[in-house]
């Protein structure tokens, strides 16, 4: 565990009111956006099996790169990288089919691939290392700050407010935090900042009451972003959201040539000064692990889902599908959602998720799951043995507490209910993580199967 301090700013009089950014604009064509496909998401495990984390279907009908491309197409920040590596395939055909940025702007969607050049041969080695094997490409580009961005990460957020901070502060680097309670931080990185905002230290993942007591933020911190007392989030955690200016990011890559972000750079940069914390009360989840995802996917069947879906000025944007509406027969459903094209005679739906084209036959009951649909309602070529002969949800089957990916065929009077209520389990094209049921891409559940 490592503790960083930065030297003393004296920032007092540069702190200036922040504006309201729909009523100063700002010039955001001189922002560019990095957002980083991520590594081989080994915690989403088997949902990574196929695909990159980005390309994961989330709520339905988007993949969770949308989040972040959609954040920023709202900004205004129209000038985006995204730099992949692993199982990308998929990926990039969702953003091609997707993304067509009006040509007479000056906005673009740059996929930047992991490629081979004559003095490296390796993969990257991370995140950082990512940008820095891109600089080139970056640094053509004519803009004054790099917004690095994660693929993997679910948020509404208005970037023009915290590019408004960065010019307002004159900082090098503005990293993104969030209020969070004890349990929190003992899972982020974690800042403490003065009375300006500014970093004063920086220790990831602290462990031990003592080191977190040091880190408490003050009250009239919060107070600034709206935090009340007793609400126990004491603690400013880093989103990993960096906004840097162009010539800090440049310089800091060649002087630390380390591969992260969060262990290695930021802290880096901390101990350099100049680094402001842009305080940020909304929703944000990192989707790291299967229970996290699985979480995120069922708040959206709440009323009020902390994460907006349906906010029309600030849409998130994904492929058209052009199917028709939703066929239901004879099938009670509550507190859940069915996308377009799906084909429903199930007896009971419930707090549940249908993705697109989801076949579900008669008497089957689902309940507390997210079902990812399918990319088609027969598999043009059945005979390549990778994807089942039919696709649907078969008769009297019962399904509980599970994520149900892509293209799948569950057979009739099949229970996935984890029977023994176990945590941990591992089957043939099945498992089980933080109990939660889990059915790989393109798996055939046989007849009265049960889990």
């Known amino acids: 565990m490592a503790i960083v301090s930065a030297p003393t700013i004296l920032a007092s009089n540069r702190r200036q009111t922040r504006p309201d950014p729909h009523t100063d604009p700002l010039r955001m064509d001189r922002v560019a956006s990095i957002i980083l496909g991520g590594g081989q998401g080994t915690r989403l495990f088997p949902l990574t099996v196929t695909r990159c984390k980005p390309a994961i279907c989330f709520g339905g009908r988007y993949c969770l790169i949308d989040v972040p491309v959609s ?55 991370g995140p950082a290392d990512a940008v820095r094997e891109n600089i080139d490409y970056f640094i053509e580009t004519p803009v004054d700050y790099f917004l690095i961005l994660s693929g993997d990460q679910l948020y509404n957020m208005d970037f023009r407010r915290m590019v408004k901070f960065a010019m307002d502060t004159d900082a090098d680097l503005v990293i993104a935090s969030l209020p969070v309670d004890m349990k929190e931080a003992q899972r982020m990185g974690i800042l403490q900042v003065n009375e300006d905002d500014f970093v004063t230290n920086f220790v990831e993942k602290p462990q031990e009451k003592r080191l977190l007591d040091q ?68 929703y944000w989840e990192d989707i790291g692990t299967i229970e996290s995802f699985y979480r995120a996917n069922m708040s959206l069947v709440h009323d009020e889902s902390a994460f907006k879906c349906y906010d029309e000025a600030n849409p998130i944007y994904t492929s058209r599908y052009n199917l028709p509406g939703p066929k239901i027969t004879n099938t009670y459903i509550n507190q859940s959602i069915v996308c377009e094209g799906s084909i429903v005679a199930a007896h009971e739906i419930s707090h549940s998720i249908l993705g697109p084209r989801t076949v579900i036959q008669s008497g089957t009951v689902i309940k507390d799951s997210y079902l990812m649909g399918n990319d088609f309602y027969h598999p043009p070529m059945p005979d390549t043995n990778r994807l089942p002969e039919e696709i649907y949800i078969g008769r009297n089957a019962v399904i509980r507490h599970a994520i149900i ?30 109990g939660i049921i889990v059915v790989t891409r393109g798996a055939h559940i046989p007849d009265e199967f049960v889990l």
């Open 405 to 434: 990916d892509k293209n799948v065929c569950i057979g009739h009077d099949v229970q996935l209910v984890n029977k023994n209520k176990v945590s941990h389990y591992n089957g043939e094209n099945i498992y089980i993580r933080d």
């Open 71 to 125: 954040n920023a197409i709202n900004s205004d920040c129209r000038k985006i990288f995204i730099v992949t590596q692993f199982l990308s395939s998929s990926l990039h055909r969702h953003i091609f089919q997707t993304y067509h940025l009006d040509a007479f702007s000056s906005g673009f969607i740059e996929i930047l691939a992991a490629e081979q050049r004559p003095t490296k041969k390796s993969w990257y080695q």
């Open 215 to 282: 880190f408490k933020a003050h009250p009239s911190t919060l107070e600034k972003a709206g935090i009340g007392p007793h609400t126990n989030r004491d603690y400013l955690g880093s989103m990993g959201i960096y906004l840097f200016k162009r010539n800090a990011l440049i310089d800091l890559l060649k002087e630390d040539t380390r591969e992260d972000f969060g262990k290695h750079l930021i802290p880096t940069k901390v101990r350099q000064g100049n680094v402001a914390a842009f305080i940020f009360d909304g």
